[in-house]
C-alpha cells in the first residue's frame, strides 16, 4: 500500500510557482504531522515545510514567506504552494511523516 503519493514537480523558471500535491493514506493524514523534504547533498532529506492536523505550521529559514503549506482533509492531501522559485530550490521533494518508507517523490527544476 502508497502511505504518500507526491505529484506536481516540473520545469520552472527562477521567479515562477509550482504546486505539489502529496495524497497521505488516511489513516496517516488524520493523525500525523507531515511534512515536505528534499534531497540535500550530505543530507538525505531537508525538512521544507510540515503541518500538523490541526493546522500548526513550521518552514524553513530559506522558504519561509515563499512557500506555503496546507491540508485538503476531504482528499487527505498535502499541498506546498511554492511561489518565488530559486535554482537552489531545485530537488527531489518528497512528503513523509518520519515514520514510514519514503516514496518515489517528485523533481522540481529551476532553471532559465
Known amino acids: 500500500q502508497v502511505q504518500f503519493e507526491e505529484s506536481g514537480g516540473g520545469l520552472v523558471q527562477p521567479g515562477g510557482s509550482l504546486r505539489l500535491s502529496c495524497v497521505v493514506s488516511r489513516s496517516i493524514f488524520d493523525r500525523n504531522y507531515i511534512g515536505w523534504y528534499r534531497e540535500v547533498p550530505g543530507k538525505q532529506h531537508e525538512l521544507v515545510a510540515g503541518s500538523t492536523p490541526s493546522g500548526l505550521t513550521q518552514y524553513a529559514s530559506d522558504v519561509e514567506g515563499r512557500f506555503t503549506i496546507s491540508r485538503d482533509n476531504a482528499k487527505s492531501t498535502v499541498i506546498l504552494q511554492m511561489n518565488s522559485l530559486k535554482p537552489e530550490d531545485s530537488s527531489i521533494y518528497y512528503c513523509?511523516?518520519?515514520?514510514?518508507?519514503w516514496g518515489r517523490g517528485t523533481q522540481v527544476t529551476v532553471s532559465s
Open positions: 513523509n511523516d518520519g515514520a514510514h518508507t
